[in-house]
C-alpha cells in the first residue's frame, strides 16, 4: 500500500540528492478534500459513482495536467525538459468489483461508458477513443507492476478538468491515474520515478512514440517548484522561478490530438533518422544509434558543436525516402522494418536539417533557461523571456509545428508579455506566456478583446476555462476518506 503522508557530457551532479530520495518513495495517501472547487468535484464524483455503481468508491486518485516551460519535442530524444505541473487534473472514483471486469464512465457523458474483461483487451491504435488511455494504464501495472497473478476487477467514474487535445497532457494524465488506481486497488507500493517510466512506455500502445516528460512531471511534481526532468536515469530537479513572474496560459482552441495522425511520430523518425545518417558520417555504427542525445554523447561534443556538426552534413531540404536509404548504404523496405513507426512508413520525404537543428539549439535553451533562474541576476524575468519567445519560433520555422491561432497568441503577447511559446507537442493547443505579476491581468484582457472575442468557440463561455494563470501544482496522489 502506498505510503501514508543536460543530457551532456559537461553536465554531472553528485547522485546523493534527498529529492532522488523521494522520488523512490510512492505517490501520497491523502484525506480526500471536502472543501473549495476540489472538495466539489470530488463530492460531485462521488454522487455520479455511487448513480452508476449502486455503491460508493473505495478511494480515489488525482493526477495533473502540466505545462512545459521550455524544451519541445526533444524528451525523446533524450534531452531534459522543464515542465511544471498544473492545478487542472484528472480524478478516478474507484472501487474494486468480484466481476474482472473493467467498468469505466465519466461524468462528461460525450465520453461514452466502457467495460471491458480487465484481464483480457486489446488496444486499437487507428480508433483514438479516450478509454485506450486508460487500457495504457491498465496493461502498464498488469505488464511491469509486479502482480503475482490476474487483475481485480475494478469499477472507475472519472472527471476531469485539462482541456482536452490543448497541450496540457490530459491524455498521459489519464494513464497516470489509472496506473495509480490500479497499483493501490492491488497493494502495490510503486516508487513514483517507477510508476512514471512504466507510464511512458505503456502509453506507447496508443501508437504515440512519447519521450516520458509528461508521466515524469506527473508524479514528481512539486507545489511552488518546476522541475528540470532528465533521463536515462529519470531525475527531477526542483528549479525556483525569479520572483516578480507569471506564467499564463492560453488556448487557441484549435485541438490537437497527437495520437489522431503521424506529425507528431514523423517528428520522432526524422530526429532518428538525422541520428543514424549523422552517426554514419562520423564513423559509427549508425544501426546502434536511434536518438540524437546518445549521439552527441558518443562524438563528445558540446550542444554549440552538434548544431554546427548538423549545419556540415545535413542540408536545410527534404530529404527522400530513397535518399535517406542510400546515405545509408541499405534499403527503404530496411528503413520500413526495422526504423520507422507503423504509421509513418508512407511518409516519403523527411525533414532532416531543420528537425535535429531545432533538438540541439532547444536543448541548449534549457540549460540556458535553467542557468538564468538559478543566478537570478537582475532582467532575469527578461532573459527567460527571451528565451521563451525563441523557442517559440525555433518550433514554428524549424520543426514545423505551431498553428496560426497559436503564432497569432505569441505575437499579441509582444509588449504586455515577456516572452510566449506553444507547450506542448503543437499543432494547436495552448501557448504559456510569462508575464510580470503586475501587468498579468491587463495581459489577459488584452487576448480577451483581441483574440477570444473573435473566437466562435469562445462565445458565451467562462474565459477562464482557456485563460488563466497558473502555478507549479502538487503531484498525482491517492485520497483516501
Known amino acids: 500500500m502506498p505510503e501514508m503522508v543536460q543530457t551532456s557530457q559537461w553536465h554531472n551532479e553528485a547522485t546523493d540528492n534527498p529529492e532522488s530520495e523521494m ?25 455520479s459513482f455511487t448513480t452508476e455503481f449502486s455503491h460508493p468508491p473505495q478511494f480515489f486518485v488525482r493526477a495533473p495536467g502540466r505545462v512545459n516551460l521550455i524544451g519541445e519535442h526533444i524528451d525523446y530524444c533524450g534531452y531534459a525538459v522543464f515542465p511544471m505541473a498544473v492545478e487542472q487534473d484528472i480524478i478516478m472514483a474507484v ?17 461514452l461508458s466502457y467495460s471491458c474483461d480487465i484481464n483480457n483487451f486489446e488496444i486499437d491504435p487507428s480508433v483514438a477513443v479516450w478509454h485506450n488511455y486508460v487500457l495504457c494504464g491498465i496493461r502498464g ?5 509486479g502482480l503475482a497473478g490476474p487483475l481485480t476487477g475494478l469499477n472507475i467514474a472519472v472527471s476531469g478538468n485539462i482541456p482536452p487535445s490543448s497541450g496540457l497532457s490530459s491524455s498521459s494524465a489519464l494513464v497516470c491515474a489509472t496506473a495509480l488506481a490500479v497499483a493501490h486497488a492491488h497493494d502495490l507500493s510503486l516508487a513514483k520515478d517507477m510508476l512514471a517510466e512504466i507510464c511512458a512506455r505503456c502509453e506507447r500502445h496508443v501508437g504515440t512514440q512519447g519521450g516520458g516528460m509528461d508521466q515524469a512531471i506527473a508524479f514528481l511534481a512539486t507545489a511552488g517548484e ?11 530537479t526542483a528549479v525556483q522561478l525569479p520572483a516578480g513572474g507569471t506564467f499564463v496560459v492560453a488556448n487557441s482552441l ?7 495522425n503521424s506529425n507528431y511520430n514523423c517528428r520522432v523518425m526524422e530526429c532518428r533518422l538525422a541520428t543514424k545518417i549523422i552517426a554514419k558520417r562520423a564513423g559509427l555504427s549508425w544501426e546502434n544509434y536511434q536518438r540524437l542525445g546518445e549521439l552527441q554523447v558518443a562524438v563528445k561534443k558540446s550542444l554549440p558543436e552538434m548544431v554546427e556538426m548538423v549545419k556540415e552534413i545535413l542540408e536545410p531540404r527534404p530529404y527522400t525516402k530513397q535518399e535517406v536509404a542510400t546515405l545509408l548504404d541499405t534499403t527503404t523496405n530496411h528503413l520500413d522494418n526495422m526504423v520507422l513507426s507503423e504509421n509513418t512508413r508512407n511518409i516519403q520525404e523527411f525533414y532532416l536539417h531543420d528537425r535535429a537543428l531545432h533538438v540541439f539549439s532547444e536543448a541548449n535553451r534549457v540549460w540556458e533557461f535553467r542557468r538564468v533562474c538559478e543566478e537570478g541576476r537582475e532582467g532575469a524575468l527578461h532573459k527567460l523571456g527571451r528565451i521563451m519567445l525563441a523557442s517559440h519560433r525555433s518550433t514554428q520555422h524549424m520543426y514545423n509545428c505551431s498553428h496560426p491561432k497559436l503564432d497569432q497568441l505569441v505575437d499579441l503577447s509582444e509588449g504586455l508579455a515577456l516572452g510566449g511559446r506553444l507547450t506542448g507537442a503543437g499543432w494547436g493547443g495552448c501557448m504559456v506566456a510569462l508575464v510580470e505579476e503586475s501587468k498579468a491581468e491587463e495581459y489577459k484582457r488584452k487576448l480577451e478583446k483581441e483574440f477570444y472575442s473573435h473566437e466562435p468557440a469562445a462565445k458565451g463561455k467562462n474565459i477562464s476555462a ?3 494563470s497558473t502555478r507549479p501544482g502538487p503531484a498525482a496522489c491517492v485520497y483516501i476518506k
Open 254 to 260: 484549435a485541438q490537437a490530438n497527437k495520437a489522431a
Open 95 to 111: 472501487a474494486t468489483n468480484s466481476s474482472s471486469k473493467l467498468n469505466l464512465c465519466n461524468v462528461d457523458q460525450s465520453y
Open 141 to 145: 501495472i498488469r505488464e511491469e507492476g
Open 23 to 47: 522520488n523512490t518513495k510512492s505517490p501520497p495517501v491523502v484525506k480526500v478534500p471536502t472543501d473549495g472547487e476540489q472538495g466539489q468535484r470530488v463530492a460531485a464524483l462521488e454522487e
Open 466 to 468: 482557456f485563460l488563466f
Open 226 to 236: 518546476a522541475k528540470m526532468i532528465e533521463f536515462n536515469p529519470l531525475k527531477a
